[in-house]
């Protein structure tokens, strides 16, 4: 019985904590994170009235380090490098 409870405490604690670790480490679980992974922005028009295209863009980590825009990185689209 002993046994049965520290097994059941120990998935507890593994399924608790290996999605908060993949989270924080940008692995989903669900293949590999890369620094280049883009989501699609539809085109649309802003208050002012201006046109946007539609383009990609980085998705979004809740990290500056891997952003396009982000000096050392390059925007895989355009070729042109970060300057923030």
Same mark, same amino acid.
């Given at each position: 019985?002993? %046994?049965?409870t520290s097994f059941f405490t120990a998935?507890? %604690? %593994? *399924?608790?904590v290996l999605p908060?670790?993949?989270r924080?480490?940008?692995? =989903?679980g669900h293949g590999t994170r890369t620094? +280049? =992974?883009k989501?699609?922005?539809s085109r649309y028009t802003r208050k002012d009235g201006t046109h946007v295209d539609a383009h +990609?863009?980085?998705?979004a980590d809740h990290t500056k380090a891997n952003n396009? =825009? *982000?000096?050392? +990185?390059? +925007?895989?689209?355009?070729g042109k490098p970060g300057t923030k």
């Open positions: 019985m002993r %046994i049965l998935l507890a %604690i %593994i *399924t608790t908060v670790a993949a924080e480490s940008g692995h =989903s620094g +280049n =992974s989501t699609h922005v +990609n863009r980085s998705s396009w =825009s *982000t000096k050392g +990185n390059a +925007n895989p689209e355009t």
